[in-house]
């Protein structure tokens, strides 16, 4: 499964802006997915993420209630929603794909079988 992330861009607080994650070749249908942001000089911080049906989501404290992931299967797609956005969200943004024992999603990283490519979020004040 190859993973892209997209839809990244330079925003200004308070604005919003929606990521996607498809894949080329395989489907990631049949996988949850998450989501991870990594600031510069920091790790690779859990956002969120997606069992394989869409019917349920776990987020991370820090973005509870300003972030929204979603999944079109049909579109082979998985959705982040971001809303009223802070400098401090500025970082690259990264999708992953969980499968076997975690497709009903999970916040650790090393649980992630594939990654795809970041897309940089940049969040002016």
């Known amino acids: 499964v190859q993973l892209q992330a997209s839809g990244g861009g330079l925003v200004q607080t308070g604005e919003s802006l929606r990521l996607s994650c498809a894949s080329s070749?395989?489907?990631?249908?049949?996988?949850?997915v998450g989501w991870f942001r990594q600031a510069p000089g920091k790790e690779r911080m859990f956002l969120a993420t997606?069992?394989?049906?869409?019917?349920?989501?776990y987020y991370a404290d820090s973005v509870k209630g300003r972030f929204a992931v979603s999944r079109d299967l049909a579109k082979n797609t998985v959705y982040l929603q971001m809303n009223s956005l802070k400098p401090e969200d500025t970082a690259v943004y990264y999708c992953?794909?969980?499968?076997?024992?975690?497709?009903?999603?999970?916040?650790?990283?090393?649980?992630?079988?594939?990654w795809g490519q970041g897309t940089q979020v940049t969040v002016s004040s």
């Open positions: 997606i069992s394989w049906s869409g019917g349920t989501t």
């Open positions: 070749g395989r489907t990631i249908n049949p996988y949850a």
């Open positions: 992953a794909a969980a499968g076997g024992s975690h497709i009903l999603g999970t916040k650790e990283r090393d649980e992630y079988d594939f």
